[in-house]
């Protein structure tokens, strides 16, 4: 059995088969920036996650999806139709055939991204997470939040986190078969909290998450300490948020990203998703912070800085960085997701 009938299995052995479909069904869900990372799987065919992890959810940046009845199966992607042997097609295909099994219906599928490509931000999380709403509706299945969530996890790891809007926290749970390691939303606002993405590169990355978590754990000395570390800042990061305290937050979210790309670059061979650009953005950064404008960045597996800052710290930061993208994620119009 391949991994794909394998996590099929798995997942038939809780989830009633589909009764029948809808004409078509549509969903949003927001892409979403970890503040505590989640780098490591405790059980890489169920996607289950060796350290639990908190992101914010980016507002309007994230991916719509509809799907339609239809004579044959299709994709597209932001307007363009993809071949039957593209990766992404396949990947769509895999998880909607979690749902669809033996039912006699093909499938059309229209996803757009909101997120600028230019941005460099991954956009695998919100497009499983949109994908399983739309297949949730399209299917009739009235699944709750988190076993919703937990399914967004076989496509993508942070997808887990990815059906809510503002902060969410993605648990570890304790089970073997993982149905209780799924996100929820920290019932809290922080109107004043502002995003920045400062663009670098947006390139696909060379080495993907899966393949830099499976590197970094069979070969960085410090992965064992980093488990210990992303625990205490899970914790910081928590009061931190209860307090709406950015010095807190924002220490220890740089803190917390920066011993995970330690753990990158200490494994073997080294794992650096820097360009030297990054150093120079993440500099000027320090740079800020030592004349007084309360600012600090994290950093996903990739070479984009995400800057978390007040609405007193804006003006020097455009002026630093003049490219930057503000999200304000909890400024902002009720939201399309429903959870
Ligand atoms: O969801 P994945 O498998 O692409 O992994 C995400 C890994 C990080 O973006 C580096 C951290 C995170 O928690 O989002």
Redesign the pocket.
């Known amino acids: 059995m391949n991994t794909q009938q394998r996590r099929a299995q798995h997942i038939n052995a809780i989830l009633p088969p589909a009764q029948g479909w809808q004409n078509d069904a549509s969903a949003f869900a927001p892409s ?3 503040l ?4 490591g799987k405790r059980d890489a065919l169920l ?1 289950l ?1 060796l350290n639990a ?1 908190l ?1 914010i959810s980016l507002g309007d940046l994230g991916t719509h999806t509809q799907l339609t009845a239809a004579a044959a199966d299709s994709v597209s992607l932001n307007g363009q139709q993809l071949g039957s042997d593209s990766r992404f097609y396949q990947k769509v295909f895999d998880f909607i055939d979690y749902f669809r099994r033996d039912l006699p219906v093909k499938i059309a599928v229209a996803t757009t991204n909101t997120i600028p490509t230019a941005a460099g931000l ?1 956009s ?2 919100s497009g499983f997470a949109a994908l399983v709403l739309a297949c949730n509706d399209f299917f009739d299945l009235n699944l709750d939040h988190a076993t919703l969530s937990a399914l967004a996890r076989f496509g ?6 990815s059906l809510a809007h503002g902060f969410v926290q ?1 648990d570890i749970g304790t089970r073997a078969d993982g149905w209780d390691s799924f996100a929820h939303v920290l019932p809290i606002r922080w109107e004043a909290l502002h995003i920045g993405i400062v663009a670098i590169d947006s390139h696909r990355k060379k080495i ?3 393949e ?2 499976t590197r970094t754990l069979a070969t960085s000395t410090l992965f064992q300490k980093w488990q210990q570390v992303a625990a205490a800042d899970l914790k910081r990061i928590r009061q931190a948020i209860e307090a709406q305290d950015l010095t807190a937050l924002g220490t220890a979210a740089e803190h917390n990203a920066m011993t ?1 790309h330690a753990t990158m670059l200490s494994a073997w061979p080294p794992l650096c998703y820097w360009q030297p650009t990054t150093l120079l953005a993440m500099q000027q950064v320090w740079q800020l912070r030592e004349a007084g404008v309360a600012v600090y960045f994290t950093i ?3 070479a984009n800085l995400k800057l978390l800052f007040e609405p007193a710290a804006r003006d020097a930061i455009v002026s630093t960085f003049p490219q930057i993208q503000i999200i304000t994620p909890f400024n902002r119009e009720p939201n399309h997701a429903r959870y």
Request: proline residues 3%; hydrophobic residues 35%; aromatic residues 10%.
């Open positions: 979403n920036i970890a505590c990372k989640y780098w996607n996650p992890s992101s991954a695998s999380a993508s790891g942070s997808a887990a986190r993605w993907n998450s899966t830099g978590m995970m996903d597996a990739g």
